[in-house]
């Protein structure tokens, strides 16, 4: 099964919809908890390039944030890997 990490805030109606996706799939994630200014969302920052939140990361690919999470659902690039 993939390894999952996603960088998430309380408050992100965002963290929440990617959340859901991977638990609708049944898949099981690594979530950090990453407020603005911890050191949580310093290292999504620098692995990702972006300071938004949520960044997900499958198996040490960047997939981006929740938009990119669902694009890349609706065109059958997510299941792939997550069953890698």
């Known amino acids: 099964m993939a390894k999952i990490?996603?960088?998430?805030?309380?408050?992100?109606?965002?963290?929440?919809?990617?959340?859901?996706l991977f638990d609708k799939k049944g898949v099981t994630y690594t979530e950090f908890d990453a407020p603005g200014g911890s050191a949580a969302r310093a290292e999504s920052a620098k692995r990702s390039g972006r300071t938004s939140v949520p960044q997900i990361f499958i198996d040490g690919k960047y997939i981006g944030g929740?938009?990119?999470?669902v694009a890349l659902d609706r065109s059958g690039g997510l299941d792939p890997l997550l069953a890698a």
């Open 66 to 69: 929740c938009d990119d999470l």
């Open 5 to 20: 990490e996603i960088y998430t805030q309380d408050w992100c109606p965002y963290c929440v919809r990617a959340k859901g």
